[in-house]
């Protein structure tokens, strides 16, 4: 039975990997995995073929005397991983709804107007530096759709644009590495209590600027970034331009999701009820505020929350709680023993791999050039299940910065990835010979860059 639920996590993890071969949304295999591996292991605990543990190593089995006791530490467990879970998922619901109220009112137009120059250098830079701070508030993801929308009307020729589309995404999966706003994996790390937004940005920031700045100063010198790009003059569309509040609800919007750590660090409350609270002020804002002159009170349901909410990607809140769950499922079933203590599944693989692999440095950068290939939010899950280091410890924050960055080696690697190669309809084989090799070196420049913080200067 333990063999048959690894088997099937593997599967299903393939299956997800495999998301455009396949030609399924990898929501489904998640959802699916995480449905049959639950029920595997409560069909399994119950006739006492497996034992479950919790996370404060207390172990449960059916066979263990008082059988409602064991029921209940089974529920209580299962409790407690869908409630972090539930965090995380609430927290990213928020996040996003206020980042579609700010698009609703156009408010990333306002930062659209401010790019004017023609200069192909120039323009890598620029919207490489917009693409850094800016996943860093809003996260990589969204980062990369809004200026790849920029891009269009930037650089109308597209054998162009897909090199600045590429060195898009290795600029915001640097800026969202530091942020514990900036990508779902440290949103992750934050939200369990690993990391704290101070620690990871003292200690991350510096190694995600060489990530970014190393291939942005080698990709300046190709030829495909030499010269002016030919455009007409760009403008904020007419629609634009009669929102008035384009750059109200931008800032108050952006200046929100900045408040979520800052509501932490004041009450201590954890991170989801901060952005719940951002959002309700928010929306709240936006109920009010007249787009334009001569408003309908008719027309307030195109800029309201209610539409925003409707614009939101369940199907990537979906898959979270699929992985998610999974990878609980895995943590939780006892796998065998280590010193004469029972050990989960996840715990069993950390130490099996730190025998093999003693420097852990080097396990935490194999890590990231995996998510590369495999989605990075299990890998960081099933990290967190593996160690069981004290808050803002140096692995914790290696492991944001390499599994953030990480994913910039292949387009598929990562969620602003995918959705450039979706946009720009980029070939797979082209971003791995020309884009791959200075996502590497950025990712390796910055690797290094945090070791040498971490072992000579902190």
Not at 238 to 245: H, K, M
């Amino acid at each position: 039975m333990l063999n048959l639920i690894i088997f099937l996590f593997i599967i299903g993890y393939l299956s997800i990997t495999l998301e455009h071969p396949f030609k399924l949304d990898k929501t489904v295999p998640s959802l699916l995995m995480a449905g049959v591996i639950w029920a595997l292991l409560a069909f399994g605990f119950n006739q006492g073929w497996l034992s479950v543990i919790d996370e404060y190593s207390n172990v449960y089995n059916i066979n263990n005397g008082d059988e409602k006791a064991q029921l209940y530490g089974f529920s209580k467990n299962l409790m407690h991983h869908f409630g972090k879970t539930a965090e995380i998922l609430i927290f990213l619901i928020g996040a996003m709804t206020i980042v579609e109220i700010i698009d609703l009112h156009r408010g990333f137009d306002v930062i659209k107007s401010r790019i004017t120059t023609t200069n192909k250098v120039r323009l890598l830079w620029t919207l490489g530096l917009v693409a850094f701070i800016l996943s860093a508030v809003i996260d990589n993801l969204t980062a990369t759709i809004v200026l790849i929308t920029l891009l269009r009307k930037l650089v109308p020729v597209k054998e162009y644009r897909i090199w600045f589309a590429s060195m898009i995404v290795i600029a915001a999966n640097a800026g969202g590495a530091w942020s514990p706003i900036g990508d779902v994996t440290t949103t992750m790390l934050w939200i369990a209590n690993k990391v704290t937004a101070v620690g990871l940005s003292e200690y991350v920031i510096v190694p995600s600027i060489l990530c970014f700045v190393v291939p942005f100063f080698f990709a300046s010198r190709l030829k495909a970034f030499q010269g002016e790009t030919p455009r007409k003059h760009y403008a904020v569309d007419t629609e634009s331009e009669r929102l008035l509040s384009s750059k109200t609800m931008l800032y108050i919007g952006l200046g929100a999701i900045i408040f979520v750590p800052i509501f932490k660090m004041i009450t201590g409350l954890p991170p989801y009820l901060g952005m719940m609270f951002s959002l309700g002020f928010v929306w709240l804002f936006s109920e009010y505020i007249k787009p334009y002159e001569g408003f309908n009170k008719k027309d307030k349901q195109h800029y309201s929350g209610h539409k925003a909410l409707s614009k939101i990607e369940f199907s990537s809140i979906l898959f979270f709680f699929g992985i998610l769950m999974a990878v609980a499922a895995l943590e939780s079933m006892v796998f065998g023993k280590i010193n004469g203590e029972e050990i989960g599944t996840l715990g069993y693989a950390a130490e099996s791999l730190s025998r093999a692999i003693p420097n852990l440095d080097v396990v935490v950068i194999l890590l990231g050039i995996l998510s590369s290939i495999i989605d990075n939010v299990p890998l960081v899950a099933a990290s967190m299940g593996m160690y069981d280091y004290e808050v803002d410890h140096v692995i914790w924050h290696f492991i944001a910065y390499c599994a953030g960055t990480g994913g910039s080696l292949l387009i598929i690697g990562s969620a602003a990835g995918v959705a450039a190669m979706g946009m720009e309809r980029i070939d797979f084989i082209w971003y791995l010979k020309r884009i791959t090799w200075l996502a590497f070196i950025g990712f390796m420049s910055g690797a290094i860059c945090f070791l040498f913080i971490e072992h000579f200067i902190r």
